[in-house]
């Protein structure tokens, strides 16, 4: 989940990309383990922590394909 948080906060990679990287079989399952672990889906982790360190968001909609 550290290395999901640090690709979340970069801001470029989709979450299907973050799924396969961290190695969960789908952006669905990744989605649902990171929200059991922060308590919130990653998409909504991702907006909330840039918006709070002030880094530009290139895209606010995030996209699970």
């Known amino acids: 989940m550290t290395l999901a948080r ?3 906060r970069n801001g470029e990679l989709g979450l299907a ?7 969960y079989g ?3 399952a990744f989605a649902a383990a990171f ?4 308590g919130d889906p990653p998409g ?3 907006q909330r ?3 709070r360190t002030g ?7 995030i996209h699970l394909r």
């Open 44 to 46: 909504a982790w991702r």
């Open 17 to 23: 990309k973050i799924a396969n990287m961290t190695g």
């Open 35 to 38: 929200r059991r672990h922060h």
């Open 55 to 61: 880094s530009p968001v290139a895209d606010d909609r």
């Open 6 to 8: 640090d690709y979340l």
């Open 26 to 28: 789908s952006p669905y």
């Open 49 to 51: 922590e840039l918006t």
